[in-house]
């Protein structure tokens, strides 16, 4: 009927318009996504050169923080640098160690690794009688009280050297003393006899009574029910 007929084609005609509506859009989501693809292609071509310096400076930051692969000792930056300090600590240390020791003892820097830590700064005693090198942490309680003694004195040396030649006069010795058998006692002793005698000042701070018949000037601090008191000891005169 020509009114079916006429029905039909109106709703041709509307689907018609709606598909080029539709496919007008769909032109102008096309334009707008090539143009998107351009940039983003432009995009990644600057990241290009950002990519390779943060690759670059990434790598650089785990070699120094001690996390990179390619760190083989885990061994940080800073540690990297006071390791050389610490060398020369160690030598200037050891000419004192082998007078305490009697020969006995070297000290030498380490940068090995200890089971999951971090290398750079460790200490490792080279042992005459053995001919062995081990951890300072076997030594027994008066070793590693001279050789911490030996340490603080080389220290001073390097620092002395460092500063230009600025001397460290004083030095004060808080107590270790009693954990040293006769023959070491003396033999540290006359290491800081040989620094007295260098006009250096050298306190020990000690309630060791052998050490009275070594040190001639002594301060006393003397306790009693009103209170402490301190004396001078100067050979065998007392003064308050």
């Known amino acids: 009927a020509p009114e079916g007929a006429a029905a039909l084609a109106a709703a041709a005609e509307r689907e018609s318009r709606e598909g080029d509506a539709a ?15 351009a940039g983003a292609a432009e995009e990644v071509r600057g990241l290009g050169p950002l990519r390779e310096r943060y690759d670059r400076v990434a790598r650089l930051a785990g070699l120094t923080a001690g996390t990179s692969a390619d760190n083989e000792r885990k061994m940080r930056l800073e540690s990297y640098v006071l390791a050389a300090r610490l060398e020369q600590v160690a030598a200037a240390a050891t000419v004192r ?16 690794r200890a089971g999951g830590r971090r290398a750079g700064l460790g200490l490792h005693v080279v042992d005459a009688w053995t001919g062995r090198e081990r951890d300072t942490a076997t030594l027994s309680g008066g070793e ?19 500063a230009g030649g600025t001397r460290l006069d004083t030095l004060f010795v808080d107590e270790g003393f009693g954990s040293l058998d006769e023959q070491t006692l003396d033999e540290v002793l006359d290491v800081l006899d040989s620094l007295r005698e260098r006009d250096r000042s050298v306190g020990i701070v000690s309630h060791v009574g052998d050490l009275r018949r070594r040190i001639p000037v002594q301060l006393e601090v003397v306790k009693d029910r009103s209170g402490s008191a301190v004396r001078l000891r100067t050979g065998d005169v007392l003064a308050d």
């Open 97 to 112: 160690l082998q007078r305490m020791s009697s020969g006995r003892y070297t000290l030498v820097h380490s940068d090995a």
């Open 23 to 37: 496919l007008a859009a769909a032109r102008e989501r096309c334009a707008a996504l090539d143009r998107l693809s």
């Open 144 to 162: 590693t009280f001279f050789a911490s003694l030996a340490l603080a004195l080389g220290l001073a040396d390097v620092v002395t050297d460092e």
